[in-house]
C-alpha cells in the first residue's frame, strides 16, 4: 500500500527547492526553479511597467533579480507578489534616479486597486453608527509621495521621455470606484491624518474625539467622508473584526 505521507512530503520539499530563492544544485530542479523565477520577473515587469520603461529592460531586470533573491514568494497569489519593490529601490545603492521609488510606490498602489477583491462597500449609515466599525476598502491604499510622479508616469507608459520630475511632499489615495474607475485623490494634511488615524483605531467618533476639529475642518473632512463613501472607498468593519 502506498504511504501518502511520503508524497506529501516530496511534494513540499518539491515546492521548496523550486521557489528558493536560490537555485538548486539538482538539475532536474534547477529547470523548474528557473520557470518560476523567470515568471516572478515577468510578475515585476507587469506591475511596475512605467518603472521598467524608465530604467530600462536591463536594468529593471537585475533590480528585479535582486528583489526576488531577497523576497521568497510566500503567496500563492500573485497579485500579492511585489508589494516592497519600492522599498528595495529605495535602498539599492544602484539606483540612480531619485524619483524612481515613488514611481513604483504609485504603481503598486494602482495595481492594488485594480486587482484587489471586491467587498461591499459601507454607506453613510454606517458612519453615524456610534458603535460601527469601518476602514478603507481592500483596493484603496494611502500613500506618501516625495515626488510629483504622475507625470512621469504617463510619459513612460507612451513611451516618451520623461520631463523633469519635482519634488512635491504629498500624501495621496489610489482606489477603485464603484464604476471600477481608478481615482487618484490628493489629500491635504488634515485629511491624511484624517484617514491615518481611522485605519488604526476604526471607528470615526473615535477619530473625530481625538481630532477634535474646528468648524472648518469638520466640513474639508465631511467633504472627504462624502467622496469616500459615494465612491465605494469604505467598508464596515463591524461584523468582521479581523
Not at 45 to 67: C, H, N, P, Q, S
Request: glycine share 4%; proline share 7%.
Amino acid at each position: 500500500m502506498f504511504d501518502t505521507r511520503s508524497l506529501a512530503g516530496f511534494q513540499v520539499e518539491f515546492l521548496q527547492a523550486v521557489t528558493a530563492s536560490q537555485p538548486p544544485e539538482h538539475p532536474g530542479l534547477r529547470v523548474h526553479h528557473d520557470t518560476w523565477f523567470l515568471g516572478l520577473i515577468a510578475c515585476l515587469e507587469e506591475v511596475y511597467a512605467a518603472t521598467r520603461t524608465t530604467l530600462g529592460e536591463e536594468a529593471f531586470k537585475a533590480f528585479a533579480r535582486d528583489y526576488i533573491h531577497a523576497h521568497p514568494q510566500v503567496h500563492g497569489d500573485r497579485n500579492l507578489y511585489g508589494d516592497e519593490f519600492a522599498d528595495l529601490l529605495t535602498r539599492h545603492p544602484e539606483l540612480t534616479i531619485d524619483w524612481l521609488p515613488a514611481l513604483a510606490r504609485y504603481e503598486w498602489a494602482l495595481h492594488r486597486a485594480e486587482c484587489a477583491d471586491d467587498t461591499p462597500a459601507c454607506d453613510f449609515e454606517a458612519l453615524l453608527d456610534p458603535h460601527g466599525r469601518i476602514g478603507l476598502h481592500p483596493a484603496t491604499q494611502r500613500i506618501h509621495l516625495d515626488h510629483d510622479i504622475r507625470p512621469a508616469y504617463t510619459a513612460a507608459l507612451a513611451g516618451e521621455a520623461p520631463s523633469p520630475v519635482h519634488s512635491l511632499v504629498c500624501d495621496a489615495l489610489i482606489g477603485r470606484a464603484r464604476d471600477d474607475e481608478i481615482l487618484h485623490l490628493c489629500l491635504a494634511p488634515l485629511e491624511a491624518e484624517f484617514l491615518t488615524l481611522l485605519t488604526q483605531e476604526r471607528s470615526l467618533m473615535t477619530v473625530l474625539d481625538r481630532l477634535n476639529p474646528t468648524p472648518d475642518d469638520m466640513s474639508l473632512l465631511q467633504t472627504l467622508l462624502a467622496r469616500l463613501v459615494q465612491n465605494g472607498l469604505l467598508v464596515s468593519l463591524s461584523e468582521n473584526p479581523s
